[in-house]
């Protein structure tokens, strides 16, 4: 693995956009190679440009596989270097809020509830306010993942006032959705 990490420390800086794609979409298999602790002083910061590139594509793959990345990684690695990221692309495209709705909520059991609460909520509820209902959608589907970490009380008290705006939504689908 020595002699792959120079080439994976590399890709981040290459020119062709692809081949940054296809690093970020496999960074998980080099990271359950290498373990959380050299996991989170070498690929972190390389996940952590993908998550920052210049093209949406790379984004949107290394959006695709935070979960299973971060399930690598300590809590702190997460809280402190990747959370700061993600935050950020809260404000991104449609394409990459919806993504990252998929997987955010998906973090809160592997950092656990105080970081959750403090870290990831304000995050999440920016996401469930966003006004593409594509966004929406794919955080409700995860929203589970959430309940179990802070409990249903605390996700009530936190959510209930962004789900009760998005009853009134035009669109049928994030009212249904709702109801599911």
């Known amino acids: 693995m020595a002699y792959v990490i120079p080439f994976i420390k590399a890709v981040p800086d290459d020119k062709a956009w692809r081949v ?23 690929l972190v910061p390389i996940f952590t440009k993908f998550l920052s590139d210049s093209e949406s594509e790379v984004r949107t793959g290394a959006c695709n596989v935070l979960s299973d990345f971060c399930s690598v990684l300590l809590p702190e690695a997460i809280v402190s270097n990747l959370i700061p990221t993600l935050t950020a692309l809260s ?8 993504m990252m709705g998929c997987h955010i909520c998906k ?24 006004e593409n209902p594509d966004v ?3 955080l409700f589907n995860t ?17 209930n ?8 939504n035009k669109n049928w689908r994030v009212r249904n959705q709702i109801v599911d």
């Open 136 to 138: 929406r959608l794919s």
């Open 143 to 159: 929203l589970e993942d959430l309940k179990n970490v802070i409990g249903s009380e605390s996700l009530a008290q936190t959510i």
């Open 20 to 42: 940054r794609y296809v690093m970020a979409t496999k960074i998980t298999q080099f990271a359950t190679k290498l373990g959380s602790e050299h996991t989170a002083t070498t």
């Open 107 to 130: 973090l809160a059991p592997i950092i656990g509830q105080s970081q959750t609460n403090t870290h990831l909520l304000p995050t999440i509820l920016t996401l469930l306010r966003d």
């Open 91 to 98: 404000n991104d495209t449609d394409v990459i809020k919806a």
């Open 161 to 168: 006032p962004a789900i009760l705006e998005l009853c009134d």
